[in-house]
């Protein structure tokens, strides 16, 4: 969160960011990233209540991490 927060410091335009679900593992099913859905929802509502105006996901994330984004981010407090 310290390089998001000093991002908006300096930022004059809205900012944007697309955290991955971590740094992958190597599995024997190929890779893997650590971050579940509800870890990185936590993480989202983070960003928006430091004033982040645009979040979405990136490496390792997919339509059940974007599920939770919406859900964790639609509960009171979260803007």
């Known amino acids: ?11 004059r335009k809205p900012v944007a960011i697309q955290p991955n679900a ?3 593992k190597a599995t024997s099913g190929g890779l893997a990233y650590p971050e579940d859905p509800a870890y990185m929802a936590e993480r ?3 960003l928006v209540a ?7 996901g990136c490496c ?14 639609s509960r009171p407090g979260a803007r």
Do not use: D, K, Q
Request: hydrophobic share 45%.
């Open 1 to 11: 969160m310290e390089i998001a927060s000093e991002f908006l410091r300096h930022a």
């Open 22 to 24: 971590g740094l992958p």
């Open 44 to 46: 989202i509502r983070t």
């Open 50 to 56: 430091l004033g982040v105006a645009i979040v979405g």
């Open 60 to 73: 390792g994330t997919g339509p059940e991490h974007v599920r939770a984004f919406r859900e964790a981010l």
